[in-house]
T-cell receptor
Framework: DGGITQSPKYLFRKEGQNVTLSCEQNLNHDAMYWYRQDPGQGLRLIYYSQIVNDFQKGDIAEGYSVSREKKESFPLTVTSAQKNPTAFYLC???????????????FGEGSWLTVV | GEDVEQSLFLSVREGDSSVINCTYTDSSSTYLYWYKQEPGAGLQLLTYIFSNMDMKQDQRLTVLLNKKDKHLSLRIADTQTGDSAIYFCAESPATPYKLSFGAGTTVTVRA
């Protein structure tokens, strides 16, 4: 089935460690996004990529890094510089706009990251 | 986000209509969306509307857009227990295309 797959679903990180969240899509979408969700704050954009080998910072990029070496993959690394990483992380993708239909972002099922 | 505001909670009786309201500040917003999130899951796109429209109906869902007041609403007719979830309003300019979300409205459907 086509879709967006995030892994792992649950991840525990020790303080001082870097961890990487995986996001893979087989929808042939050009753009991919990472959002962070905290209770009562909605979703905030971390990074986004509109095309392979290119990405831009979102609103809360500090302490995170990404790469976009392949169209279908957009991994997010939560570095030790991120002081409060415990959150629910959502990956999303979108097809390149070609008309009025399909101009929407589709989300994966999310990954829970907890610092222990 | 700060640019999109929603009330945090809504309680509705099963069978009644639910109305969730949202205001946004970016006048360049071209696309406006409603997403639904069930516990521990990702976001499911419910419906969207373009800024050149003022109403869109899709089965039990009706979206109203007042572009002058930057006000968006989602009406769910005949609300069911399966409609209990968090509903997010989101907006995006045409370019760069990136969604800004409200904090979400938790809808609780009571029998």
């Amino acid at each position: 089935d086509g879709g967006i797959t995030q892994s792992p679903k649950y991840l525990f990180r020790k303080e001082g460690q870097n961890v990487t969240l995986s996001c893979e899509q087989n929808l042939n979408h050009d753009a991919m996004y990472w959002y962070r969700q905290d209770p009562g704050q909605g979703l905030r954009l971390i990074y986004y990529s509109q095309i392979v080998n290119d990405f831009q910072k979102g609103d809360i990029a500090e302490g995170y890094s990404v790469s976009r070496e392949k169209k279908e993959s957009f991994p997010l690394t939560v570095t030790s510089a991120q002081k409060n990483p415990t959150a629910f992380y959502l990956c999303a993708s979108r097809a390149k706009q070609t008309g009025l239909k399909g101009d929407t972002i589709y989300f994966g099922e999310g990954s829970w990251l907890t610092v222990v | 986000g700060e640019d999109v505001e929603q009330s945090l909670f809504l309680s509705v009786r099963e069978g009644d209509s639910s109305v969730i309201n949202c205001t946004y500040t970016d006048s360049s917003s071209t696309y406006l969306y409603w997403y639904k999130q069930e516990p521990g899951a990702g976001l499911q796109l419910l419906t969207y509307i373009f800024s050149n429209m003022d109403m869109k109906q899709d089965q039990r869902l009706t979206v109203l857009l007042n572009k002058k007041d930057k006000h968006l609403s989602l009406r769910i007719a005949d609300t069911q227990t399966g409609d209990s979830a968090i509903y997010f309003c989101a907006e995006s300019p045409a370019t760069p295309y990136k969604l800004s979300f409200g904090a979400g409205t938790t809808v609780t459907v009571r029998a």
